[in-house]
T-cell receptor, first 114, second 114 residues
Framework: GAGVSQSPSNKVTEKGKDVELRCDPISGHTALYWYRQSLGQGLEFLIY????????KSGLPSDRFSAERTGGSVSTLTIQRTQQEDSAVYLCASSLDRVNSPLHFGNGTRLTVT | DQQVKQNSPSLSVQEGRISILNCDYT??????FLWYKKYPAEGPTFLISISSIKDKNEDGRFTVFLNKSAKHLSLHIVPSQPGDSAVYFCAASASLDRDDKIIFGKGTRLHILP
Protein backbone atom coordinates (compact mmCIF):
# COMPACT_ATOMS: atom_id res chain seq x y z
CA GLY A 1 0.00 0.00 0.00
CA ALA A 2 1.02 3.65 -0.36
CA GLY A 3 3.08 5.09 2.44
CA VAL A 4 3.57 8.70 3.51
CA SER A 5 4.68 10.74 0.53
CA GLN A 6 6.67 13.97 0.77
CA SER A 7 7.61 16.42 -1.93
CA PRO A 8 9.98 17.69 -3.03
CA SER A 9 12.63 15.24 -1.87
CA ASN A 10 15.26 17.96 -2.13
CA LYS A 11 14.94 21.74 -2.14
CA VAL A 12 17.69 24.31 -2.48
CA THR A 13 16.63 27.89 -1.91
CA GLU A 14 18.23 31.26 -1.40
CA LYS A 15 18.17 32.92 1.99
CA GLY A 16 15.09 35.12 2.31
CA LYS A 17 12.88 33.12 -0.06
CA ASP A 18 9.72 31.31 1.03
CA VAL A 19 9.39 27.52 0.65
CA GLU A 20 6.48 25.09 0.81
CA LEU A 21 6.91 21.45 1.73
CA ARG A 22 4.13 18.96 1.07
CA CYS A 23 3.06 15.81 2.86
CA ASP A 24 0.50 13.22 1.73
CA PRO A 25 -0.29 10.97 4.71
CA ILE A 26 -1.47 7.40 4.55
CA SER A 27 -5.14 7.27 3.63
CA GLY A 28 -7.32 7.05 6.73
CA HIS A 29 -4.65 8.33 9.10
CA THR A 30 -6.02 11.26 11.07
CA ALA A 31 -2.90 12.20 13.02
CA LEU A 32 -0.13 14.03 11.16
CA TYR A 33 3.19 15.28 12.49
CA TRP A 34 6.01 17.40 11.17
CA TYR A 35 9.51 16.91 12.58
CA ARG A 36 12.88 18.16 11.44
CA GLN A 37 16.33 16.71 11.75
CA SER A 38 19.25 19.09 11.55
CA LEU A 39 22.73 17.76 10.80
CA GLY A 40 23.85 15.51 13.64
CA GLN A 41 20.72 16.20 15.66
CA GLY A 42 17.69 14.18 16.72
CA LEU A 43 14.09 14.50 15.60
CA GLU A 44 12.76 17.90 16.62
CA PHE A 45 8.97 18.11 16.95
CA LEU A 46 7.42 20.98 14.98
CA ILE A 47 3.63 20.62 14.75
CA TYR A 48 0.92 17.99 15.26
CA UNK A 49 -2.54 17.70 13.71
CA UNK A 50 -5.09 15.32 15.23
CA UNK A 51 -8.43 15.03 13.47
CA UNK A 52 -10.46 18.22 13.70
CA UNK A 53 -8.74 19.48 16.84
CA UNK A 54 -6.69 22.65 16.83
CA UNK A 55 -3.11 21.79 15.87
CA UNK A 56 -0.36 21.66 18.49
CA LYS A 57 2.07 24.28 17.19
CA SER A 58 4.28 24.29 20.27
CA GLY A 59 7.36 23.07 18.39
CA LEU A 60 7.43 25.68 15.64
CA PRO A 61 10.73 27.54 16.12
CA SER A 62 9.53 30.96 14.96
CA ASP A 63 6.60 32.76 13.41
CA ARG A 64 8.24 32.26 10.02
CA PHE A 65 7.02 28.67 10.21
CA SER A 66 3.41 27.69 9.61
CA ALA A 67 1.53 24.58 8.56
CA GLU A 68 -1.93 23.70 7.45
CA ARG A 69 -3.80 20.53 6.76
CA THR A 70 -6.57 20.74 4.22
CA GLY A 71 -9.54 18.41 4.36
CA GLY A 72 -7.93 16.34 7.05
CA SER A 73 -5.46 14.91 4.55
CA VAL A 74 -2.62 16.71 2.74
CA SER A 75 -0.45 19.03 4.80
CA THR A 76 1.81 21.89 3.76
CA LEU A 77 4.63 23.27 5.88
CA THR A 78 5.58 26.82 4.88
CA ILE A 79 8.78 28.57 5.87
CA GLN A 80 8.86 32.27 5.11
CA ARG A 81 12.03 34.31 4.65
CA THR A 82 14.24 31.25 4.99
CA GLN A 83 17.46 31.44 6.97
CA GLN A 84 20.53 29.24 6.77
CA GLU A 85 19.70 27.67 10.13
CA ASP A 86 16.48 26.34 8.58
CA SER A 87 18.59 23.88 6.56
CA ALA A 88 17.53 20.40 7.70
CA VAL A 89 15.58 17.32 6.70
CA TYR A 90 11.87 17.92 7.28
CA LEU A 91 10.01 14.71 8.06
CA CYS A 92 6.28 14.12 7.97
CA ALA A 93 4.58 11.21 9.74
CA SER A 94 1.03 9.98 10.12
CA SER A 95 -0.82 7.53 12.34
CA LEU A 96 -4.26 6.08 12.85
CA ASP A 97 -6.63 7.95 15.10
CA ARG A 98 -6.37 5.68 18.08
CA VAL A 99 -4.41 5.56 21.29
CA ASN A 100 -0.97 4.00 21.09
CA SER A 101 -0.60 3.96 17.34
CA PRO A 102 2.91 4.10 15.84
CA LEU A 103 3.92 6.78 13.37
CA HIS A 104 4.70 6.04 9.76
CA PHE A 105 7.26 8.40 8.27
CA GLY A 106 7.89 9.70 4.80
CA ASN A 107 11.44 9.93 3.45
CA GLY A 108 11.62 13.62 4.17
CA THR A 109 12.47 16.80 2.30
CA ARG A 110 16.09 17.89 2.50
CA LEU A 111 16.07 21.69 2.59
CA THR A 112 19.26 23.61 1.91
CA VAL A 113 19.25 27.37 2.35
CA THR A 114 22.19 29.05 0.63
CA ASP B 1 13.95 20.58 28.38
CA GLN B 2 14.62 17.19 26.88
CA GLN B 3 11.95 14.74 27.98
CA VAL B 4 13.42 11.74 26.17
CA LYS B 5 17.16 11.22 26.49
CA GLN B 6 19.49 8.89 24.67
CA ASN B 7 22.81 9.55 26.34
CA SER B 8 24.98 7.42 24.05
CA PRO B 9 25.45 9.06 20.65
CA SER B 10 27.03 5.90 19.26
CA LEU B 11 27.60 2.25 20.02
CA SER B 12 29.75 -0.40 18.35
CA VAL B 13 28.91 -4.09 18.70
CA GLN B 14 30.44 -7.21 17.20
CA GLU B 15 28.24 -9.09 14.74
CA GLY B 16 26.42 -11.92 16.49
CA ARG B 17 26.59 -10.29 19.94
CA ILE B 18 23.82 -8.46 21.78
CA SER B 19 23.24 -4.76 21.16
CA ILE B 20 21.69 -2.82 24.04
CA LEU B 21 20.39 0.68 23.39
CA ASN B 22 19.27 2.77 26.34
CA CYS B 23 16.75 5.55 26.81
CA ASP B 24 15.67 7.62 29.80
CA TYR B 25 12.62 9.84 30.15
CA THR B 26 11.53 12.49 32.58
CA UNK B 27 7.77 12.82 32.07
CA UNK B 28 5.92 10.47 34.43
CA UNK B 29 2.81 10.83 32.27
CA UNK B 30 4.47 8.93 29.39
CA UNK B 31 2.72 5.59 28.97
CA UNK B 32 3.58 4.52 25.43
CA PHE B 33 7.12 4.02 24.19
CA LEU B 34 8.48 3.26 20.75
CA TRP B 35 11.75 2.48 19.03
CA TYR B 36 12.50 3.54 15.47
CA LYS B 37 15.38 2.71 13.15
CA LYS B 38 16.70 5.13 10.55
CA TYR B 39 18.96 4.57 7.58
CA PRO B 40 20.57 7.55 5.79
CA ALA B 41 18.30 9.36 3.35
CA GLU B 42 15.25 7.44 4.54
CA GLY B 43 12.52 8.20 7.05
CA PRO B 44 12.54 6.41 10.39
CA THR B 45 10.81 3.03 10.42
CA PHE B 46 8.89 1.66 13.37
CA LEU B 47 10.53 -1.27 15.14
CA ILE B 48 8.73 -2.10 18.35
CA SER B 49 6.62 -0.47 21.04
CA ILE B 50 5.61 -1.05 24.62
CA SER B 51 2.75 0.16 26.76
CA SER B 52 3.36 1.11 30.37
CA ILE B 53 1.18 -1.77 31.55
CA LYS B 54 3.95 -4.13 30.43
CA ASP B 55 7.61 -4.36 31.32
CA LYS B 56 8.74 -6.37 28.31
CA ASN B 57 7.77 -6.79 24.69
CA GLU B 58 9.49 -9.10 22.25
CA ASP B 59 9.39 -9.30 18.47
CA GLY B 60 11.89 -11.64 16.87
CA ARG B 61 15.41 -10.41 17.53
CA PHE B 62 14.13 -7.23 19.17
CA THR B 63 13.07 -6.92 22.82
CA VAL B 64 12.14 -3.75 24.62
CA PHE B 65 12.32 -3.57 28.41
CA LEU B 66 10.58 -0.89 30.45
CA ASN B 67 11.49 0.05 34.03
CA LYS B 68 8.86 2.57 35.08
CA SER B 69 10.30 3.27 38.51
CA ALA B 70 13.64 4.21 36.93
CA LYS B 71 11.97 5.92 33.94
CA HIS B 72 14.22 3.86 31.73
CA LEU B 73 13.77 1.66 28.72
CA SER B 74 16.14 -0.35 26.62
CA LEU B 75 16.14 -2.09 23.26
CA HIS B 76 17.97 -5.39 22.97
CA ILE B 77 18.93 -6.77 19.57
CA VAL B 78 20.20 -10.32 19.54
CA PRO B 79 21.99 -11.57 17.58
CA SER B 80 23.20 -8.32 16.00
CA GLN B 81 23.47 -8.37 12.21
CA PRO B 82 25.24 -6.03 9.73
CA GLY B 83 21.88 -4.66 8.54
CA ASP B 84 21.21 -3.44 12.06
CA SER B 85 23.76 -0.64 11.57
CA ALA B 86 21.58 2.46 11.69
CA VAL B 87 20.48 5.27 13.98
CA TYR B 88 17.97 4.18 16.62
CA PHE B 89 15.48 6.63 18.09
CA CYS B 90 13.56 6.18 21.31
CA ALA B 91 10.18 7.93 21.51
CA ALA B 92 7.41 8.38 24.06
CA SER B 93 3.95 9.81 24.45
CA ALA B 94 1.39 10.41 27.17
CA SER B 95 -1.69 8.94 25.53
CA LEU B 96 -4.04 9.88 28.35
CA ASP B 97 -2.82 13.46 28.49
CA ARG B 98 -4.18 16.29 26.42
CA ASP B 99 -0.58 16.80 25.30
CA ASP B 100 -0.25 13.36 23.68
CA LYS B 101 2.23 14.12 20.93
CA ILE B 102 5.12 11.73 20.36
CA ILE B 103 8.50 13.03 21.51
CA PHE B 104 11.80 11.60 20.21
CA GLY B 105 15.26 11.33 21.67
CA LYS B 106 18.36 12.43 19.76
CA GLY B 107 19.19 8.92 18.63
CA THR B 108 22.03 6.44 19.02
CA ARG B 109 24.12 5.38 16.03
CA LEU B 110 24.71 1.62 16.13
CA HIS B 111 27.69 0.17 14.26
CA ILE B 112 27.77 -3.59 13.83
CA LEU B 113 31.37 -4.71 13.38
CA PRO B 114 32.22 -7.73 11.18
Amino acid sequence: GAGVSQSPSNKVTEKGKDVELRCDPISGHTALYWYRQSLGQGLEFLIYFQGNSAPDKSGLPSDRFSAERTGGSVSTLTIQRTQQEDSAVYLCASSLDRVNSPLHFGNGTRLTVT
Amino acid sequence: DQQVKQNSPSLSVQEGRISILNCDYTNSMFDYFLWYKKYPAEGPTFLISISSIKDKNEDGRFTVFLNKSAKHLSLHIVPSQPGDSAVYFCAASASLDRDDKIIFGKGTRLHILP
